[in-house]
């Protein structure tokens, strides 16, 4: 990959309360990185809010995982939203049109509403879901990140401090499992991957196994 282009995200997770016609809304927004991390997302806030009259999610993530081949801000997105119950069209599709709006990816939100008696007609909904974004995303701040990929470097015991001292010293996310070998899972800008690659097999004489 060549000149990997920094993408737009929520700073951080946040969450913005307010009211319309006595009915509360609740808009929760988080920076996520798959699929699978924006759905747990919005099972958390369902959980939470699981007496809600709706809880409507929406979110943009890359369609797989973060890897060599597919690095997270690079990959395809996969959008998605629901109207939990709302009229079709008044609720996820306002949330989602926001994150778009916004160029915002790796983002995950969700809308709750406990509804307070009186009837908001479809535009009046698509309004609030759309505030409730907002104001949440307004609430976490939006950075630029750079694109990442992640590779797992597989060596034996013998080599696995020369491996972890090269992760340490690049400053690199990563997570290491001791079983029969070890094991690193890395996170690295896509734009020093291949550079870091070099250095671990030059320093293990090429013992090391990347995937």
């Known amino acids: 990959m060549s000149d990997p282009q920094p993408f737009r995200t929520v700073a951080s997770r946040a969450r913005a309360t307010f009211e319309i016609r006595r009915s509360e809304f609740i808009g929760y927004i988080a920076p996520v990185e798959t699929v699978e991390e924006a759905a747990a997302f919005v099972d958390e806030v369902r959980n939470r809010h699981a007496d809600a009259t709706h809880n409507v999610p929406a979110y943009r993530v890359p369609a797989g995982e973060p890897s060599r081949s597919r690095p997270t801000g690079e990959a395809m997105l996969r959008e998605y939203a629901s109207d939990d119950g709302e009229p079709t069209g008044s609720a996820g599709k306002p949330a989602l049109n926001v994150l778009v709006q916004q160029d915002l990816r790796n983002v995950a939100a969700v809308v709750t509403r406990y509804y307070g008696g009186t009837n908001l007609g479809v535009g009046g ?41 090269i992760l340490e010293s690049a400053g690199v996310e990563f997570d290491a499992t001791y079983e029969s070998e070890v094991s690193f899972s890395v996170r690295v800008p896509i734009d020093a991957a291949a550079a870091l690659r070099e250095r671990l097999n030059d320093a293990t004489s090429g013992r090391v196994a990347i995937e």
């Open 125 to 165: 909904l698509a309004r609030a879901y759309s505030r409730g974004v907002k104001e949440a995303i307004d609430a976490a701040g939006i950075t630029e990140r750079v694109p990442h990929e992640q590779f797992t470097a597989t060596v034996e015991y013998d080599d696995s401090g020369t491996v972890r001292g």
